[in-house]
């Protein structure tokens, strides 16, 4: 099986930073895409940013200038540097990759999620 384990949220003062992470393993053959959603208590999943494995990346219009989404491929590992937080910024951050395995094939893959809470 696959497993993804995610760290990094925390408590934050508006205008502040942290570092998420994502780390894979298990019978993994290749990753696709990675990606970040987050989901805010009473409202839908959505898409924060995603990567591909050559390196392109695309943002939610809300966190342009404010997040960089990055990979590893040697740790199978994505991150999300989120910087300039705002109140609106808390939600569950969750990790996604589109995983490859032997005799199974593409599939997607989702981490436990980390809590992200900006208030002063």
């Known amino acids: 099986q696959v497993q993804l384990v995610e760290s990094g949220g925390g408590l934050v003062q508006p205008g502040g930073s942290l570092r998420l992470s994502c780390a894979a393993s298990g019978s993994i053959v290749s990753i696709d895409a990675m990606g970040w959603y987050r989901q805010a208590s009473g409202k839908q999943r959505e898409l924060v940013a995603t990567?591909?494995?050559?390196?392109?990346?695309n943002y939610a219009d809300s966190v342009k200038g404010r997040f960089t989404i990055s990979r590893d491929n040697v740790k199978n590992t994505v991150y999300l540097q989120l910087n300039s937080l705002k109140p609106e910024d808390t939600a569950v951050y969750y990790c996604?990759?589109?995983?490859?395995?032997?005799?199974?094939?593409?599939?997607?893959?989702w981490g436990q999620g980390t809590q992200v809470t900006v208030s002063s």
């Open positions: 990567v591909t494995r050559g390196g392109s990346t």
């Open positions: 996604n990759m589109g995983i490859y395995r032997n005799y199974i094939g593409f599939d997607n893959y």
